[in-house]
Each structure stands twice: as C-alpha cells, then as structure tokens.
C-alpha cells in the first residue's frame, strides 16, 4: 500500500469537485492507496499544503479541482522530486485535457495506479507559474465573467457562455512583443502565451503544441469584430481557426509583451496582475502521471514506487477499467 496526498478545491467547477472526490476515492481504495485528503479553504492554500508536502518528501499529490488548483500546487513542487496527478473536477480541465487525463472522476484515478510519468516543460512569467497558459485582452474578460457569474452551466459551456456575453465590449490595443528577442508591433484582441494544446475548456489554440519540446506557442489575433470572433472560435475546437487573417501563430523560449497601458493577466484560469509580461520556457520541470498511451516516453509509476521500496497493489480488476 502506498500513501498520496490529495488537494481537494471544494469550490471548483461549481462544487463539482467534492462529487468527483467521492466517486474517485472508491476507485483509489480499491487499486490499494491510502489517502491523506486536505480540501483547501481558499486562494494560495493548495501552493501552502504543496509546500509543505514537498518538505516531507511526499513522492506524489494527486489534485482534484480546476486548472486554477492546479496551477497552485504547480507552484509548490516545480524542480522537485514530488509526482502530480489530476483527477478533473474543474470548468476547463485544460491541464487533463492536453495530457489525455479522461474526464471521468473513475478512469482518471485509475490511470493514477496504471500511468506513467513524464517530466513536462512549464511556464514562469516573473515569480509566476504556469502550466497551460498565460493571456491577455479578450480570454481575460471571458474568464473574469465565469469566474464571476453563478454557474447554470459547467465545463466548456460556461465558458461558451461568457464568450457570448462579453465579446459585445471586444476591444483591440497596440502591444509590442518580443520572441526571443526578435521585435514585432501589433494591433491586438487577444494574446495567448500556450503551454499545452488545450486552453478555455478544449480550445486547440495551438493544436501542435507539445509540453516536452522546450518551446511556448503564442497566438495572436488581431482586430477583428465580435461577430467574426464569435464564429470563429468554435472551429478551434478542432484547431480548424489555423488560417484566419487575423490569426497568427509563433514559436518562442522567452516572449516580452507591453502594451500602451496596463491590461490584466490570466493565468491558467486565475486573472493575477498587469503587463507587462516577461515569460520564459523552464524545460522538464515537472514530473506529470499521464496514460501510457501518451505519445512521451516516462517509466510507470508503480516502477518508480518500487525503486523507492514502496509498492502498491495494482486491483484494477475491482473497478472494471
């Protein structure tokens, strides 16, 4: 048997979260794991209880929330030794959605006892973190709205939902960006810095995005109306947007944006501060559980257990996946 911390947001996805928990907790009992379940009580909590997890050398925390309570924990155990899971229970799930973590509470704690771990490449804009993304101008909006408003809907329609809502008040501003040093001008709606493929509840923003490759996509869109908008995005779905005029996309290690006057940052869900901002790539710096059919090679969890003289059974038969 095998202990795991797990970070439950209790407010994530509309209360989603403490469902899944329970759903997933009978899967996690029966594959042979012991839990120490912590539910968070607000903002900045689960990078407090990551923090501490890491100080005692705990080998993995397995996350049961949003892309915003993942992104916490992120902050606590980047260049360490310490695993993360996820289990969704969030709006978007962007982070399980590029990694092929299944939505559902039951295959994701069972890909937990039967996956594998990657080291992933991250995100650090300033002192901050990120895992899927940072943007700015329109995504900020759509996510303050849902973040905002009472929540009739869940997962990517919520966010459907606010797109709808807030892009009647579509505006563009001139910005200056750098990649890699090189220098470009723009009349812009939106910037997205991309980490994974995934972003806005399934949105392929950057359909070839890849978290190992040491490299961050940035989308630009330019002016454009909010109908155009409108129409558009739901062909991102599929990454069917690539080719639009006002669409454009880059390649970079280090990306500089500034713009005429301050305009909020997003980060993985979460608005946290103003621009300008200055972010790099931090290659492998987090160890990830992912299905073995991901496409990175990554040697099983339970194998890495074992190296550490620690082992868990492996009764997936109990639970039928």
Same mark, same amino acid.
């Given at each position: 048997?095998?202990?795991m911390?797990?970070i439950?947001?209790?407010?994530?996805?509309?209360?989603?979260?403490?469902?899944?928990?329970?759903?997933?907790?009978?899967?996690?009992?029966?594959?042979?794991?012991?839990?120490?379940?912590?539910?968070?009580?607000?903002?900045?909590?689960?990078?407090?209880?990551?923090?501490?997890?890491?100080?005692?050398?705990?080998?993995?925390?397995?996350v049961?929330?949003?892309?915003?309570?993942?992104?916490?924990?992120?902050?606590?155990?980047?260049?360490?030794?310490?695993?993360?899971?996820?289990?969704?229970?969030?709006?978007?799930? &962007?982070?399980?959605?590029?990694?092929?973590?299944?939505?559902?509470?039951?295959?994701?704690?069972?890909?937990?006892?039967?996956?594998?771990?990657?080291?992933?490449?991250?995100?650090?804009?300033?002192?901050?973190?990120?895992?899927?993304?940072?943007?700015?101008?329109?995504?900020?909006?759509?996510? &303050?709205?849902?973040?905002?408003?009472?929540?009739?809907?869940?997962?990517?329609?919520?966010?459907?939902?606010?797109?709808?809502?807030?892009?009647?008040?579509?505006?563009?501003?001139?910005?200056?960006?750098?990649?890699?040093?090189?220098?470009?001008?723009?009349?812009?709606?939106?910037?997205f810095?991309?980490?994974?493929?995934?972003?806005?509840?399934?949105?392929?923003?950057?359909?070839?995005?890849?978290?190992?490759?040491?490299?961050?996509?940035?989308?630009?869109?330019?002016?454009?109306?909010?109908?155009?908008?409108?129409?558009?995005?739901?062909?991102?779905?599929?990454?069917?947007?690539?080719?639009?005029?006002?669409?454009?996309?880059?390649?970079?290690?280090?990306?500089?944006?500034?713009?005429?006057?301050?305009?909020?940052?997003?980060?993985?869900?979460?608005?946290?501060?103003?621009?300008?901002?200055?972010?790099?790539?931090?290659?492998?710096?987090?160890?990830?559980?992912?299905?073995?059919s991901?496409p990175?090679?990554?040697?099983?969890?339970?194998?890495?257990?074992?190296?550490?003289?620690?082992?868990?059974p492996?009764?997936?038969?109990?639970?039928?996946?």
């Amino acid at each position: 048997m095998f202990a795991m911390k797990v970070i439950v947001n209790p407010k994530a996805g509309g209360g989603r979260a403490l469902k899944v928990l329970r759903r997933a907790k009978q899967v996690l009992t029966n594959t042979g794991w012991a839990l120490d379940i912590s539910i968070t009580e607000g903002p900045g909590h689960a990078v407090e209880m990551a923090n501490q997890a890491v100080l005692k050398q705990v080998p993995l925390i397995t996350v049961i929330g949003g892309d915003g309570t993942v992104n916490e924990v992120i902050q606590g155990i980047a260049d360490t030794q310490t695993r993360l899971a996820i289990i969704p229970g969030g709006t978007g799930n &962007d982070h399980a959605r590029s990694l092929t973590i299944p939505l559902q509470p039951e295959k994701a704690a069972a890909v937990i006892a039967q996956g594998k771990v990657i080291a992933m490449d991250i995100g650090q804009e300033r002192e901050r973190l990120f895992g899927c993304l940072t943007a700015i101008g329109f995504p900020v909006d759509v996510i &303050d709205h849902t973040n905002r408003k009472g929540r009739i809907l869940g997962g990517s329609f919520a966010i459907l939902s606010s797109v709808w809502q807030t892009l009647k008040n579509l505006r563009a501003y001139d910005a200056l960006i750098q990649l890699d040093g090189e220098s470009m001008f723009v009349k812009t709606c939106g910037i997205f810095v991309l980490n994974t493929p995934s972003v806005g509840g399934g949105f392929r923003f950057a359909p070839h995005a890849n978290v190992t490759d040491g490299l961050l996509d940035v989308m630009v869109v330019g002016p454009v109306s909010s109908w155009d908008l409108l129409t558009t995005l739901p062909k991102a779905y599929k990454g069917r947007h690539i080719g639009h005029p006002a669409i454009s996309l880059h390649r970079a290690k280090k990306v500089h944006i500034e713009t005429v006057k301050p305009v909020p940052k997003m980060f993985d869900g979460e608005i946290i501060g103003m621009t300008p901002i200055e972010v790099n790539v931090r290659p492998k710096s987090l160890y990830l559980v992912v299905p073995q059919s991901f496409p990175e090679p990554g040697p099983l969890l339970e194998e890495e257990l074992a190296n550490q003289k620690q082992q868990i059974p492996t009764a997936l038969a109990k639970v039928g996946l």
